[in-house]
């Protein structure tokens, strides 16, 4: 069968694909500055006999697989960024630029569809239909390069996408995601607080811009438990306060920043809405002012029905439906949404912590790592969606054309 060669072919590229993520983790490149990495990208999709496009939405790379049979369009998407920070880890394979490292996997997801690319590139004559290989930048900053390479054409004839994201706290082997609201909005804010500096002995002569900051941040609180109907997600973090720089001076202005999340459009609404409000009432309460940047980010990854079942089912039949389940919503956020806003698809998740006993961290934590082995099956669950996704629709456009000739 040919999907089974097209698996085994995968199988004999590990070591090349370990390769490959080692090396982008050991030159990590961040997002909107990535130079090197699309180049290596490009050279070998190029070497592969693939056609290639370079600078797609500023620094993404295409490549199109054209298959041997007419068909469908499925494309594939992998990030490639990495984020300010320092990598901690004690491994060979380290970062080597200080304060920049691959925390959050997408190393690996450029090693999986690179070794995806080299299968089908071998096989494109078994194709039924083309395959898209979108290799994005800026995953981890937004406006994030999914809007960028959407604008430059990445989805022009794609009638579906597949993508995914190791999941490094999840047991190596597990495969999950759900259909509808799969990953949240992705929202943040600035807030500039202005008051009245003086001697911290005299603070009656002053607005302390510290303390209506603090009403402020206890204020946002009780949003989520207070306002949100508790059956509904919402999110609001702040994630940096900066105020002062002396023990003995009232700090006139106060900087905070944070994020929202949410799943409904409703509550996203209603969030920035009553954010503001709730600034501009705490500052007009203690005789301050605020300057309130919002910035609307990602919005939330949606899968879409038939594609997400084509998922479970594939994943169950290679990996057993022990191994495959239907998860809950997950806050974070990804702009894959923006592909899923364009072309129906699904985006999954694919467990790959280590089973050998060592700590494992968080995504974005200074000693990120995860099981290379994931990769492998994160490869073949996309080469067989691929596979059964153009299959069943040339099967059933043939049928069309069949039925349309009997009438006839």
């Excluded at 200080?98 to 190393?107: K, N, S």
């Excluded at 022009?156 to 999840?170: T, W």
């Excluded at 023990?247 to 106060?254: F, R, W, Y």
């Excluded at 495959?324 to 129906?344: H, N, Q, S």
Aim: glycine share 10%.
């Amino acid at each position: 069968m040919a999907l089974e060669n097209w698996h085994v072919k995968l199988e004999a590229l590990y070591d090349q694909m370990v390769k490959w993520r080692r090396h982008f983790h050991q030159y990590p490149e961040l997002s909107f500055e990535e130079v090197e990495t699309p180049k290596l990208i490009a050279k070998l999709l190029t070497e592969w006999g693939i056609e290639v496009r370079t600078g797609v939405g500023g620094r993404g790379v295409v490549g199109l697989i054209k298959g041997g049979k007419s068909g469908k369009t499925v494309a594939l998407r992998a990030d490639f960024d990495a984020l300010p920070i320092q990598d901690e880890k004690d491994v060979p394979y380290k970062s080597l630029f200080p304060g920049v490292m691959h925390a959050c996997g997408h190393d690996g997801h450029t090693a999986t569809l690179l070794g995806i690319a080299k299968v089908l590139s071998e096989v494109r004559e078994e194709l039924p239909g083309n395959v898209v290989l979108i290799h994005q930048h800026a995953e981890e900053k937004p406006p994030g390069g999914a809007v960028q390479m959407i604008a430059d054409g990445c989805l022009d004839g794609v009638d579906a996408i597949f993508g995914y994201h190791l999941a490094a706290p999840s047991p190596l082997g597990f495969l999950g995601t759900r259909k509808g609201s799969a990953m949240a909005a992705a929202d943040s804010f600035e807030i500039t607080i202005y008051g009245k500096g003086g001697h911290g002995s005299s603070p009656h002569q002053t607005v302390d811009s510290i303390i209506v900051a603090t009403q402020v941040i206890n204020q946002l609180q009780l949003i989520v438990s207070r306002q949100v109907d508790p059956l509904k997600t919402a999110v609001i973090s702040i994630g940096s306060f900066h105020a002062g720089n002396a023990n003995n001076v009232i700090a006139d202005k106060a900087v905070l920043t944070g994020t929202v999340r949410s799943f409904e459009p409703e509550v996203r609404d209603f969030l920035e809405k009553e954010i503001k409000n709730v600034i501009n009432g705490v500052c007009a309460t203690h005789h301050a002012k605020a300057d309130i940047r919002y910035e609307r980010g990602y919005s939330p990854v949606v899968n879409h029905d038939k594609e997400t079942e084509l998922f479970f089912k594939v994943a169950k039949d290679l990996f057993g439906p022990d191994r495959v389940a239907e998860i809950p919503p997950i806050t974070g956020a990804e702009d894959f949404a923006a592909y899923l806003e364009k072309v129906p698809g699904v985006f999954f998740h694919v467990g790959a912590a280590n089973p050998d006993g060592r700590e494992m961290f968080p995504h974005h934590h200074p000693k990120f790592d995860f099981d290379e082995r994931a990769m492998v099956i994160a490869g073949k669950t996309l080469l067989s969606m691929t596979y059964h996704y153009l299959t069943e629709q040339k099967e059933l456009n043939e049928l069309v054309v069949q039925e349309t000739s009997n009438t006839l």
